[in-house]
């Protein structure tokens, strides 16, 4: 799977109408340049951790500055995983 592509799909859907914020083009840009503040970081990291089964006393110790650092920590931490994001996605009711 493209985590690039699921971390960009995620932020769509936690903040669809997000109008500043066009899709992270690489995975160690700093989360800090990329138009999303520390609620949409918020909201992409529970929706993640629902996507990967993460347990909320594991998601407590998230602490990330880039998608890469995010994304490793889930695959770390994962108890479940999906072939393409877009199948993440549908995964989870929001």
């Not at 109408?17 to 066009?22: G, L, N, S, Y």
């Not at 138009?35 to 347990?55: A, K, N, T």
């Amino acid at each position: 799977m493209d985590r690039l592509e699921l971390f960009n799909k995620a932020a769509k859907v936690v903040k669809p109408a997000h109008t500043d914020h066009e899709a992270i083009p690489d995975q160690d840009m700093p989360l800090v340049d990329s138009g999303l503040d520390s609620l949409d970081l918020l909201m992409i990291s529970v929706f993640l951790c629902e996507v990967f089964g993460i347990s909320e006393e594991i998601a407590k110790q998230m602490k990330f500055t880039t998608v890469r650092e995010y994304m490793d920590f889930c695959d770390k931490h994962k108890t479940r995983d999906f072939a393409t994001a877009d199948e993440a996605i549908a995964e989870v009711n929001w």
